[in-house]
């Protein structure tokens, strides 16, 4: 089994003052509000949106990635800044999914690039040191060229998921061993991630996984969100560490 010691060398602090090496596994919930609240008005799902995101960060989620790219600069800016200011004084990250003007005006811990997107020296650049930058990663054979600065990859789909349409196969555990096997950069899964395959994804060596529908499917089996994702949270906590030791 891989150990982790290279995943989890301290990375630069987020406004909070904290490592993405102080939490293990990294946990990442992605935004998706017509999921959460299908068939309602933008702005009721845009306050269960910032709700949802509460609980989660009360439920002990390390960073959110807000990706609601169908709304326009100022909607998304105004709905990034209510998720900051929700979370103020939790331990979580909100990120913006490849728009850093909006995580910029926002006040965002930073920004999630798509595989893509404008390189992430050119972001660090218009960010403050502490940002943070990550990437997703479809093509294993594009991993050796990414930067090192970078805070995490989010690889997949790993496994079928109805939320991650992208041509071709999934890629597998196969793939997303050989990926982290190959960088020094955390690598979180994502696709199709549920918690009977997490045990599978910790063994590869991964520092984390990412989704939509997991969390989204777990707060509702709950009597409320905080209570159902506080309890996949601790699940998560308990199946990385019955895998082994991460070093």
Same mark, same amino acid.
């Given at each position: 089994?891989?150990?982790?010691?290279?995943?989890?060398?301290?990375?630069?602090?987020?406004?909070?003052?904290?490592?993405?090496?102080?939490?293990?596994?990294?946990?990442?919930?992605?935004? !998706?509000?017509?999921?959460?609240?299908?068939?309602?008005?933008? !702005?009721?799902?845009?306050?269960?949106?910032?709700?949802?995101?509460?609980?989660?960060?009360?439920?002990?989620?390390?960073?959110?990635?807000?990706?609601?790219?169908? &709304?326009?600069?100022? @909607?998304?800016?105004?709905?990034?800044?209510?998720?900051?200011?929700?979370?103020?004084?939790?331990?979580?990250?909100?990120?913006?999914?490849?728009?850093?003007?909006?995580?910029?005006?926002?006040?965002?811990?930073?920004?999630? &690039?798509?595989?893509?997107?404008?390189?992430?020296?050119?972001?660090?650049?218009?960010?403050?040191? @502490?940002?943070?930058?990550?990437?997703?990663?479809?093509?294993?054979?594009?991993?050796?060229?990414?930067?090192?600065?970078?805070?995490?990859?989010?690889?997949?789909?790993?496994?079928?998921?109805?939320?991650?349409?992208?041509?071709?196969?999934?890629?597998?555990?196969?793939?997303?061993?050989?990926? /982290?096997?190959?960088? *020094? /950069?955390?690598?979180?899964? /994502? *696709?199709?991630?549920?918690?009977?395959?997490?045990?599978?994804?910790?063994?590869?060596?991964?520092?984390?996984?990412? *989704?939509?529908? &997991?969390?989204?499917?777990?707060?509702? &089996?709950?009597?409320?969100?905080?209570?159902?994702?506080?309890?996949?949270?601790?699940?998560?906590?308990?199946?990385?560490?019955?895998?082994?030791?991460?070093?």
């Amino acid at each position: 089994m891989k150990t982790r010691s290279k995943l989890l060398s301290p990375g630069p602090m987020n406004p909070k003052g904290e490592t993405l090496s102080t939490r293990r596994p990294l946990i990442c919930l992605v935004t !998706d509000r017509q999921r959460l609240s299908p068939g309602v008005s933008l !702005d009721c799902q845009v306050n269960n949106l910032v709700g949802f995101v509460t609980s989660a960060a009360e439920a002990g989620i390390g960073v959110v990635q807000v990706r609601e790219r169908d &709304l326009s600069g100022r @909607a998304l800016t105004s709905l990034v800044s209510r998720c900051v200011k929700a979370t103020a004084g939790s331990a979580m990250h909100v990120v913006v999914n490849d728009r850093a003007d909006v995580a910029l005006a926002s006040g965002a811990a930073g920004v999630h &690039l798509r595989e893509d997107s404008v390189e992430e020296e050119r972001v660090r650049t218009l960010g403050p040191p @502490a940002w943070l930058v990550s990437r997703a990663v479809h093509d294993p054979s594009k991993v050796l060229s990414m930067s090192s600065t970078l805070d995490y990859l989010v690889f997949g789909s790993v496994f079928s998921s109805p939320s991650k349409t992208m041509p071709g196969a999934p890629v597998g555990l196969g793939a997303l061993g050989r990926v /982290i096997s190959q960088t *020094g /950069i955390p690598v979180l899964a /994502i *696709g199709g991630v549920c918690e009977g395959r997490l045990k599978e994804v910790w063994r590869t060596g991964a520092a984390g996984f990412a *989704g939509i529908g &997991l969390f989204i499917e777990s707060a509702r &089996l709950s009597s409320n969100w905080t209570a159902g994702l506080t309890e996949l949270v601790q699940r998560a906590r308990q199946s990385f560490d019955s895998v082994g030791p991460h070093v």
